[in-house]
């Protein structure tokens, strides 16, 4: 059964403090990983796409990273505004396109 | 680039009626749209997938006569909860993928997520 865990379950930081989400997965014929955002009462918003093994994607303070069996979505000096629970989504391809999703890691970043 | 909408973002209804949710995508064609249902502090749930001009693909325990999909264009897909129940209520999330959004971050095979419609059945 494709599987996806995120850890932590939570996370509170101090701003300007920076750390690392984790997101291990065992997904049959896994074509790749995506990172969401998702602030309380809407949609996830899309962060990143990552393919393969030893890729890399930034955006701001955020850097998502990948391995053959996880990911890591580094935040860097991270300030109130990235407050928010962060999904990962493993992605199987071709006819058996559908995402498995983490429970997501909810971030507090404390001013 | 990229952007679901979904209407309405809240609804109330009585027991037993039927309400109809609506998703765009804005400024891409959606060859497949999902259906997703999320409750407190957990994940999202797949619940249908669903092709232009097709039937949907119901995941495994969604009652398909109960939750009714059309995705009649590339830009709209329509979920109706019919004879809802209390226990119908709940965040129901639609994402797109599809064409035109190749040259995006996110690629062809990414999933944009709407905002969300917060159902409340009395």
């Known amino acids: 059964e494709d599987q996806v865990t995120q850890s932590p379950e939570a996370l509170r930081l101090q701003e300007g403090e920076s750390s690392s989400l984790n997101c291990s997965y065992t997904?049959?014929?896994?074509?790749?990983l995506f990172w969401y955002r998702q602030d309380p009462g809407k949609g996830p918003e899309f962060l990143f796409t990552?393919?393969?093994a030893g890729e890399e994607k930034e955006k701001e303070r955020l850097k998502a990273t990948l391995t053959k069996k996880e990911s890591f979505l580094h935040i860097t000096a991270p300030k109130p505004e990235d407050s928010a629970t962060y999904l990962c989504?493993?992605?199987?391809?071709?006819?058996?396109?559908?995402?498995?999703f983490g429970k997501g890691t909810l971030l507090t970043v404390n001013p | 680039g990229a952007v679901v909408s979904q209407h309405p973002s809240r609804v109330i209804c009585k027991s037993g009626t039927s309400v109809k949710i609506e998703c765009r995508s804005l400024?891409?064609?959606?060859?497949?749209m999902f259906w997703y249902r999320q409750f407190p502090k957990q994940s999202l749930m797949l619940m249908a997938t669903?092709?232009?001009?097709?039937?949907?693909?119901?995941e495994q325990g969604v009652e398909k006569d109960k939750f009714l999909i059309n995705h009649a264009s590339l830009t709209l897909s329509t979920l109706t909860v019919t004879s809802a129940h209390p226990e119908d209520s709940s965040f129901y999330i639609c994402?797109?993928?599809?064409?035109?959004?190749?040259?995006?971050?996110?690629?062809?095979?990414?999933?944009?997520f709407g905002p969300g419609t917060r159902l409340l059945v009395l």
């Open positions: 989504a493993g992605f199987s391809g071709g006819s058996n396109y559908k995402l498995t």
């Open positions: 990552l393919y393969s």
């Open positions: 400024d891409f064609q959606a060859t497949t």
């Open positions: 669903s092709n232009e001009g097709s039937k949907a693909t119901y």
């Open positions: 994402s797109a993928r599809g064409g035109g959004v190749g040259l995006l971050a996110g690629g062809a095979e990414t999933q944009y």
């Open positions: 997904v049959s014929g896994l074509r790749g």
